[in-house]
Structures are given as C-alpha cells and as structure tokens.
C-alpha cells in the first residue's frame, strides 16, 4: 500500500459583515486546507483543516505541504504512519517544526489514519483499542461580539440541539460584565447545563487568580485559557491558588510540551488540538501521558478525528463542536453525548 500521490488544494472563508471575536482577537479571513492522499491500491485518504485569520494564510499552509511535506510522503508504505510522521519531521527542523509545519503535519497524519481505517474497512478509532463509543459534548456558542441578548438565544439553541454544555468568551470587557452575561446564561440554561468560560489567553496571573474565585462563587465549569500558553510556571501556580477549574492546552505542540504542562502539574483539563499538536499520531501519545497523570482530557475544536481520538483517551471527558446545521449534521448526539464515527476512516455516518 504505497503513496503514490498526495493532492493538496485551499480555499477562503468569506468575511462576515459581523466577524465573531474573543478576547484576543477578531477572527477575519482565514478558510481551509483540504488533503489527500492516493496509494496504488486505489485507497485515498483524506483531510480537511480549518485554518488562519487572514486571507493568506490557507495557501500559505498548502503551498508547505506541496512543496516540503508531499514529496517526502510519496512512495512510502501508507501504513507506517509513525514512520512517515518522524520523517516530516526531520524533513522541517531546518525551520522549525512547530507551528505552521505542524499544521501540515497534522493534516498529512489525518489523511494517513483516514486511509488505513479505509484500508480495514472500519472506522479508525477501532483500531485504536477504543474505550468507549461515546463522549459528553458541549457546544462553543457564546462569542464576545454577541450581544447579551443574542448569546442568551445561542445558549438556548445549544441546549435545544441536546448540548450538555456551552461555552462563552470572558475577559474582552469587564469582570463585572463577564459575571452579568455569565448569570444571564445559566439562568437561560439552567441548573443541569455546563457553562464553561474561556479568557484567550490575556489575563496576568493576578487578575486571573480573581476572576477564577469570582467563576467560583458563580459555579463556572472551568476557566480556559486564562493565560499565555507558554506560561507553564504561571498554570501551576494558577491551579494551586484557583477554586475554579483550570482548562488549558489547545496552543501548545507535542507530547514533549504537554508533558512539561503535567509534570508541573498546571492543568486540571487538558485541551489538545488535533492541528497544533501534531495530530492523531501525537494526540495519541498525548491522551497516554493524560491517563497515566490522570487529567481529564477534552478537545479543543471537533470533527470526526478529534472525536475519534477521544474514544481512545482513557481520560476523555469532552467534544467540543458548534452548533448544529442539522438533525443529521455531524455531531450525532444521545442524551447529551456525541456518538463515535460509524464510517470507515473518519467518515462519521
């Protein structure tokens, strides 16, 4: 089952005339990077990542992949995807393989799992010694371009769809006006729905140490991303001095990051993104240091390779997706929990 193709091709996202924002920024531009890959069994796999805030930036990633990750890909044996990866590897530590390199290589990891799930005509989280076959899942709906009015009718709508919990920014205004919209939620939402906050990363540890006991008294989930994401001694201080739950991850790369974030013990739910950490093959790792540190782990973004990989986390708690378009739009949910991919791959139905 060699490669004998990799296809790669981008498109924009059209602007928003309102473009949603957190904390830390507005999310303009930007669109995706879609992946496949052909062997000479007929085989293709494929993948498809969100990607940038600016118009640039999808081709920018494409043209990576094409030029530097593709030809080290092709003619390999699809299913030595381990030894594939470290190739890529090797192939960008000339620049540096975090950051947009990893991005790539995480959509060329996708791919490569997708295809062997194909290859053995199974979804691909069976081949992963799963644990489960479903995973509570909450809905990110409470952007900070919204209006009081406006996210209280989101919330309401994720809970409506059968959404556990919901997610809103924190942090782009006041602390006194967090703790307005925050109430206003869960009284919308009420007593049997998660309200998680999410700060983007752009409070010093003071001041995140005094909203977490504010999130406290308010019963707040957990409190995500409060600071930097580098700031692996400011988490572990955080964690000891917060009564609220202190969520983090989704910015960094590799196991080798996430396990200094556990060594220091600087997190209480670990969020990994499949593109920023490297992808099914590194998640993997990453979900092996979480159970053996026994932290709670739950995605940052969803889509069926993110879900897939928490049926295989023996910690997994959580999916994060958005809302749905549909009754059978991806995710499917059962009271409250987003059902495992039936297709073969990734393929979600």
């Known amino acids: ?137 909450y809905a990110m709906v409470g952007w900070s371009n919204y209006s009081l009015d406006e996210l209280k009718q989101v919330a309401v709508k994720a809970v409506e769809q059968g959404f556990r919990g919901v997610k809103m920014k924190v942090a782009a205004s006041t602390l006194d006006e967090d703790v307005e919209r925050i109430s206003a939620v869960q009284a919308e939402v009420g007593d049997g729905v998660r309200v998680m906050v999410d700060a983007n990363q752009v409070l010093t540890l003071d001041d995140a140490v005094l909203y977490a006991s504010v999130f406290a008294d308010l019963g707040v989930y957990w409190f995500e991303e409060p600071l930097r994401a580098d700031d692996i001694r400011g988490y572990a201080e955080l964690k000891q001095r917060s009564l609220t739950p202190i969520a983090t991850g989704e910015n960094l790369y590799s196991a080798r990051e996430f396990r200094e974030l556990f060594e220091q013990r600087g997190v209480d739910i670990v969020q990994p993104d499949l593109r920023r950490a490297g992808g099914p093959t590194e998640i993997r790792a990453i979900g092996g240091l979480a159970g053996a540190y026994g932290i709670p782990y739950a995605s940052h973004g969803g889509g069926p390779a993110a879900l897939s990989l928490l049926m295989s986390v023996p910690t997994a708690t959580w999916l994060e997706t958005g809302l749905r378009s549909s009754e059978r739009s991806f995710p499917l949910l059962e009271d409250g929990c987003a059902l495992a991919p039936t297709g073969a791959g990734f393929a979600w139905e």
């Not at 085989?43 to 990607?51: P, Y």
């Not at 990891?109 to 194909?118: E, I, R």
């Open 1 to 137: 089952m060699r490669v004998t193709e990799v296809r790669v091709r981008y498109e924009n996202r059209p602007h928003a005339a309102n473009p949603i924002r957190d904390a830390l920024q507005t999310l303009t531009g930007g669109g995706s990077v879609h992946v496949e890959i052909q062997t000479d069994d007929g085989l293709v796999g494929v993948s498809s990542s969100s990607f940038g805030r600016g118009d640039g930036a999808p081709r920018s990633l494409a043209v990576l992949i094409e030029s530097e990750l593709a030809p080290v890909v092709v003619g390999q044996d699809a299913a030595e995807i381990g030894a594939i990866i470290e190739a890529l590897k090797v192939q960008t530590e000339y620049y540096g393989t975090f950051g947009l390199p990893t991005f790539g290589i995480s959509a060329i990891d996708v791919a490569l799992w997708d295809l062997l799930g194909k290859a053995h005509g199974v979804p691909t989280y069976r081949l992963w010694a799963p644990y489960r076959d479903r995973v509570p899942a």
